[in-house]
């Protein structure tokens, strides 16, 4: 477990295309830069991996190879234009209704039936999103949409409305790589977040705090850049925003706001939701506040303050792009340092997500996903307070580390723990009959996965740097397996779980 541990811690459609074309121009002017400062070799398979592998999931050979004959700026640039705003999975059919569920009047029995009903739609949205990004042919998409669902974070719980948490993954993958002042002006409108944080009754009377201090806290400043009198005045901006009950849709109270003086971190005047927002945006603290959380996910859980200036400074004079941020930061000399590689925990729905779609096994509906990665600890839609999953190393404890263990080796098709295996006392011998048939259809699903592998990745040594982001832990499993022996061992050593 010791060394476990160890290796662990290592609006309109002309406006739409302007953007793009801002988008594209500044993109290409960073790439141009960077492909100037870094000489323009084609990437080995570690560095082609080390990029899809941080960039979406688990890269699968073709995946790599595709990247291979790259440099890093076109390999970054191909990552990035190549992106996809709409998903390729039919979502279900409720998921079109907008209406929060009506409650007022209901008997104790239809009440239950309502929460049957929620609970088995939410189920249902995780499914839909799991299948998602095992099937789609953009996982950076998926990857951003993430990061984004746990910095604008909103649960089924407290929403009750699995409808409006569908529209707001929309939006965020909408969002996922334009413009971050379009995104927070977004979601301070989105139905969805004004239920979770409490805004949708928020009145001049009685204003309710929770989001003004998330939108202070977690969206944009982060904690020790306001006062507890911001937010009080920023709680008073915002009221009136609502929803209307007959849409769905978000619907501004003028009845319901306080038009009054307010001050905001020194600004003074008649503030409304819009005006603070502009105030936040100017604010230095913004940018480097979202490049700190984008330099944690992608690159390492100790950002360097001179990078994150200079490329909060990118993000900012972007006009708050996203998608220059993302260029600049993955061209970045610390994305690519070898120490950095490996350092960082996949999340539950990385390293689930990620198996699938590396060895191309089979997945019917997302259910078994979606539980999976629950009991991993990362329930999709239900975040576990409103700042979201912690990440990082946070993932792994003694309990959720045995967890993962047990699930790759079950995925592999090796013999089962015991703390795995049925209790012996019910355990049949035609359910035994049963368990070992279907690891032996996993194992072969393995063999057959190596069979189907180019030639140069049929030694010891390639195939571990296609699986592992570093050499395994147990090295001695490199000469004494078979290739299809090995792609299992590999998967169950300690290195798999790391990124």
């Excluded at 039919?90 to 079109?96: C, E, F, K, L, N």
Aim: include cysteine; hydrophobic fraction near 40%.
């Amino acid at each position: 477990m010791r060394r476990m541990m160890h290796c662990l811690g290592h609006a309109s459609g002309r406006r739409n295309l302007l953007r793009h074309g801002v988008q594209c121009g500044l993109l290409c002017a960073f790439l141009s830069f960077g492909s100037l400062v870094a000489p323009a070799s084609a990437l080995t398979i570690d560095e082609a991996r080390h990029l899809l592998a941080r960039a979406s999931f688990t890269p699968t050979v073709q995946d790599v190879e595709a990247f291979r004959p790259l440099d890093r700026a076109d390999a970054v640039g191909r990552l990035l234009v190549t992106a996809r705003q709409t998903p390729v999975s039919i979502p279900p059919g409720w998921t079109q209704n907008w209406l929060p569920p009506k409650r007022k009047g209901l008997s104790e029995g239809e009440r239950r039936a309502l929460r049957e009903e929620t609970i088995e739609q939410g189920q249902e949205l995780k499914r839909w999103w799991m299948r998602e990004m095992v099937s789609t042919p953009s996982p950076f998409t998926e990857t951003m949409t993430l990061f984004w669902h746990n910095h604008f974070t909103s649960g089924l719980r407290e929403v009750k409305a699995p409808a409006l948490l569908y529209q707001q993954n929309l939006l965020l993958r909408r969002h996922a790589l334009g413009s971050f002042r379009d995104l927070l002006n977004a979601i301070a409108r989105d139905p969805a977040m004004l239920l979770y944080l409490d805004n949708a009754r928020s009145h001049a009377e009685a204003p309710n705090e929770n989001f003004a201090r998330e939108l202070l806290e977690l969206f944009t400043l982060g904690e020790g850049h306001y006062s507890e009198q911001d937010v009080k005045e920023v709680a008073r901006a915002f009221t009136g925003w609502s929803l209307n009950p007959k849409t769905g849709h978000f619907q501004f109270r003028k009845r319901w706001h306080d038009a009054g003086e307010k001050s905001v971190l020194g600004e003074h005047g008649r503030f409304n939701g819009d005006d603070v927002l502009e105030i936040l945006l100017a604010h230095p603290r913004t940018a480097e506040h979202i490049t700190e959380k984008l330099w944690r996910a992608f690159v390492s859980e100790t950002p360097d303050r001179d990078a994150i200036s200079r490329l909060a400074k990118v993000f900012r004079d972007s006009g708050y792009e996203i998608t220059p941020l993302l260029a600049a930061l993955f061209q970045e000399k610390a994305f690519w340092e070898p120490a950095n590689r490996g350092r960082l925990v996949k999340s539950p729905v990385e390293l689930l997500v990620g198996t699938v779609r590396l060895f191309g096994l089979p997945v019917r509906d997302g259910r078994l996903l979606a539980a999976a990665s629950r009991r991993l600890g990362q329930d999709l839609f239900q975040p576990p307070n409103v700042k979201g999953w912690p990440g990082g190393t946070a993932w792994i404890t003694a309990d959720s580390l045995i967890a993962r263990q047990e699930l790759v080796s079950r995925v592999s098709g090796q013999a089962m723990t015991a703390t795995m295996a049925p209790d012996k006392a019910s355990t049949t011998e035609k359910q035994k009959r049963k368990t070992l048939r279907a690891a032996k259809r996993r194992a072969a699903l393995f063999d057959l996965w190596v069979e189907q592998l180019p030639a140069e990745y049929s030694s010891s040594k390639a195939l571990a740097e296609i699986v592992l982001p570093l050499p395994p832990v147990d090295i001695r499993i490199l000469d004494r397996e078979s290739t299809g022996a090995l792609a299992r061992h590999l998967i169950v050593d300690p290195a798999y779980q790391l990124k």
